[in-house]
């Protein structure tokens, strides 16, 4: 750990008490565990994704998927449609799928939230490149992309070990606090929003990470901020599992129950070989109130970046420049060249 971020709670000598999990994740805003899943477990999941990846480009031919070498003349990121036509293929995995609703998992949301649980139908799978840190996840609360609940859970997870320096999770305990949205504003790194934690005097800004290893999980509700740590290795590819949890009965936002956007699949593609037929559909067996997606947050960043193109700033430029290569939102897409064109900034 550096000075700047310190250690995270490893919280395995209370798996069994859920009383004292809810007391934690209430007070501090976060729950760690050391090998909730068993490692070969995990590794097992390293290796069909992996072989995957490498069966796309993205990884050095010839070399070992597990350790996952990546070409970084490959390196895209969700917004790309390059990445989209690489990551449907990993996402039609169906052991990527059913992981989310491994006991370990689920068991341990239920203790902490002390109800029954269910996990969110999209799933979600984290490719990241080395050398590409300036499209790194910003700071952000989950609640602006996924929504639904403040009381949803995030899990994320490490699939094969995570230094620091690969580029694991960070979070800041007890910014649950804050009990709010706060304001966020556009970023170019990947989900495109970003909050200034530094401007909210109730947030005491002192990340928490650690290096995290092959069957590690990290928990934490919808307004605890967190962000992703750059890869700053040299080749090696970061792979990771990003979901959520809801309690049974809670609202759901409609996009919730499509799968992840950047796949650009339908749940008929995912579902076509798969092996067993028991998690197929699955959440129409329970009984929860389906919202309507708050687009408001996405739209302020896109108006923030229409402005700041304006004034010149080459992240905002570059941005657009990628909505207009691979974005299928017409309105966006007209507001994007017209921008462009004012500043004499070519498309591509």
């Known amino acids: 750990m550096s000075d700047e971020i310190r250690e995270l709670r490893v919280s395995n000598d209370a798996m069994n008490d859920p009383q004292e999990l809810q007391r934690r994740i209430a007070d501090e805003g976060y729950l760690f565990f050391r090998q909730l899943v068993d490692p070969d477990?995990?590794?097992e999941l390293r290796r069909e994704m992996m072989s995957v990846i490498q069966q796309v480009g993205w990884l050095i031919a010839g070399t070992d998927p597990m350790d996952g070498i990546a070409d970084i003349n490959m390196r895209y990121t969700e917004g790309d449609n390059e990445y989209s036509a690489g990551y449907a293929e990993?996402?039609?995995n169906e052991n990527f799928h059913r992981s989310a609703h491994w006991?370990?998992?689920q068991d341990i949301v239920a203790k902490m939230v002390g109800a029954p649980v269910m996990p969110h139908p999209q799933k979600v799978a984290r490719i990241w490149f080395p050398k590409y840190t300036e499209h790194t996840t910003p700071t952000h609360q989950d609640f602006v992309h996924f929504q639904g609940s403040y009381d949803n859970i995030t899990c994320w997870a490490p699939i094969g070990d995570c230094p620091i320096e690969l580029g694991g999770l960070a979070?800041?305990?007890e910014s649950h606090k804050v009990e709010r949205v706060l304001d966020h504003h556009f970023s170019l790194g990947a989900g495109g929003l970003i909050v200034d934690e530094?401007?909210?005097d109730e947030i005491d800004p002192v990340w928490h990470s650690i290096d995290y290893e092959a069957g590690d999980a990290l928990f934490f509700p919808a307004l605890t901020i967190h962000r992703a740590l750059?890869?700053?290795t040299e080749d090696r590819l970061r792979l990771s599992l990003d979901n959520r949890y809801m309690i049974v009965g809670d609202n759901i936002a409609d996009h919730m129950l499509e799968?992840?956007?950047?796949s650009q699949l339908a749940w008929d593609d995912i579902y076509r070989h798969w092996r067993r037929d028991d998690l197929k559909y699955?959440?129409?067996n329970y009984d929860n109130t389906v919202v309507e997606r708050d687009l408001s947050y996405g739209e302020k960043g896109f108006a923030e970046a229409l402005d700041l193109a304006r004034a010149g700033d080459q992240d905002a430029i570059f941005m657009l420049q990628r909505s207009i290569k691979n974005s299928r939102d017409r309105v966006n897409l007209d507001e994007a060249v017209a921008v462009l064109e004012e500043l004499g900034v070519t498309a591509e």
């Open 41 to 43: 477990k995990m590794l």
């Open 90 to 92: 990993v996402y039609k």
């Open 103 to 105: 006991p370990e998992f």
């Open 171 to 173: 979070v800041i305990p």
């Open 198 to 200: 530094t401007e909210h």
């Open 230 to 232: 750059p890869n700053y």
């Open 259 to 262: 799968p992840h956007g950047p």
């Open 282 to 284: 699955y959440w129409r």
